[in-house]
C-alpha cells in the first residue's frame, strides 16, 4: 500500500533562516506531488506541484520553492524565511489510478 | 476561474442530530468534486469523491454527498453525527487536466454538543 511521509513534523525558525521540508511517497510510481500551505484558521493554499523529476510549477509568487530530486520525494526549501511563511505546510500525491489527492500527516512551522 | 465556497465558517449540532455542510463551486465544465476532513494538527483524510454517474455519493463514516448541477452545490450530508465527527470539514473541485490540481474551500468546524 501507498504511504506519504514528511518531516519534520514540527519546526521553529528564526526569520531570516533556511528551511527544508522533505515529502516522500512509498509504494507508487511517477505520482503527482503536491505543497500545500494552511495558515491559521484558513483553508489550503496550493503553493507547488510536480508531475516528473525536475518538474515544478509555482502556483504563488512567494520566497519558497520546491524541487523533485526523485520520482518520490519533493523538497520545499527557502533561502531566508519571513513570519509570514509560518503554518501548516502538507504534501499530497496522486496517480493515475486514482483522481483524489492523498495527503501526508503535516509540518508545522512557526517562524519567530 | 475556478473557485470553491464553503459559506459557514463554523456549525455547532448536537450528537445524534442530521448533518448539512454546504459547498458551492465554479467550475467551467463538470468537475470532479470531493470532501476532505482534518482533526486538529492532522493531515486531510478523504471522505468521499463524484467524478460522474450517480449524483448521490457514499462516503466514509456514514457520510454522503449529492452533486447537484443546477444549483453548482455539493453538499456534504450525514443523518445522525457522533462526538467524533467534531473537525474541519473541507470541499474542493478537481482539475480535468493532467496536473489533477485541487481548489480548495475556507473550511467549515463542525462542533458537536453533547
Known amino acids: 500500500s501507498q504511504t506519504i511521509h514528511q518531516w519534520p513534523a514540527t519546526l521553529v525558525q528564526p526569520v531570516g533562516s533556511p528551511l527544508s521540508l522533505e515529502c516522500t511517497v512509498e509504494g507508487t510510481s511517477n505520482p503527482n506531488l503536491y505543497w500545500y500551505r494552511q495558515a491559521a484558521g484558513r483553508g489550503l493554499q496550493l503553493l507547488f506541484y510536480s508531475v516528473g523529476i525536475g518538474q515544478i510549477s509555482s502556483e504563488v509568487p512567494q520566497n519558497l520553492s520546491a524541487s523533485r530530486p526523485q520520482d518520490r520525494q519533493f523538497i520545499l526549501s527557502s533561502k531566508k524565511l519571513l513570519l509570514s511563511d509560518s503554518g501548516f505546510y502538507l504534501c499530497?500525491?496522486?496517480?493515475?489510478?486514482?483522481?483524489?489527492?492523498?495527503f501526508g500527516p503535516g509540518t508545522r512551522l512557526t517562524v519567530l | 476561474a475556478q473557485s470553491v465556497t464553503q459559506p459557514d465558517i463554523h456549525i455547532t449540532v448536537s450528537e445524534g442530530a442530521s448533518l448539512e455542510l454546504r459547498c458551492n463551486y465554479s467550475?467551467?465544465?463538470?468537475?470532479?468534486l470531493f470532501w476532505y476532513v482534518q482533526s486538529p494538527g492532522q493531515g486531510l483524510q478523504l471522505l468521499l469523491k463524484y467524478f460522474s454517474g450517480d449524483t448521490l455519493v457514499q462516503g466514509i463514516k456514514g457520510f454522503e454527498a449529492e452533486f447537484k448541477r443546477s444549483q453548482s452545490s455539493f453538499n456534504l450530508r450525514k443523518p445522525s453525527v457522533h462526538w467524533s465527527d467534531a473537525a474541519e470539514y473541507f470541499c474542493?473541485?478537481?482539475?480535468?487536466?493532467?496536473?489533477?490540481?485541487?481548489?480548495f474551500g475556507s473550511g467549515t468546524r463542525l462542533l458537536v454538543r453533547p
Open positions: 474542493a473541485v478537481g482539475n480535468r487536466d493532467s496536473s489533477y490540481k485541487l481548489i
Open positions: 499530497a500525491w496522486r496517480t493515475g489510478a486514482y483522481n483524489e489527492q492523498f
Open positions: 467550475y467551467g465544465a463538470t468537475p470532479y
